[in-house]
């Protein structure tokens, strides 16, 4: 699999159909990476139902937002269920898990928030 290139930080881009791009593939995960950069990667998943992603941990500050269908999302051992439109705030470090309830696609937004403070 080719590397990812760079996107520019200077320039401005424009993704359109990304969703239907990346379609959900029965019994897998895939992903699709958009944006990556020095400052942030954004990343496109879909799942299958049943399809999870273990334990683990950014030590970049995490936006997640679920696109569509249904999923159990862990943080620190809180389980919630989310649905299309809702988002999840991961701070560096925070471990995390999931599993998709239903056939679902998520964006993923890391942020590098090395020597940032509290804003």
Do not use: C, W
């Amino acid at each position: 699999m080719a590397a990812t290139p760079a996107t520019p930080s200077t320039q401005s881009q424009v993704h359109t159909d990304l969703i239907s791009d990346l379609p959900i593939i029965k019994e897998a995960t895939t992903s699709r990476v958009v944006v990556n950069n020095d400052v942030l990667r954004f990343v496109l998943f879909s799942f299958d139902a049943g399809q999870l992603l273990t334990e683990h941990a950014s030590p970049k500050a995490v936006i997640v937002q679920l696109l569509t269908g249904k999923l159990e999302f862990t943080v620190a051992g809180e389980t919630a269920v989310l649905e299309a439109g809702d988002i999840v705030y991961l701070a560096p470090g925070d471990r995390h898990a999931l599993v998709a309830i239903e056939p679902s696609h998520l964006a993923l937004t890391m942020v590098n928030v090395d020597g940032e403070g509290d804003q």
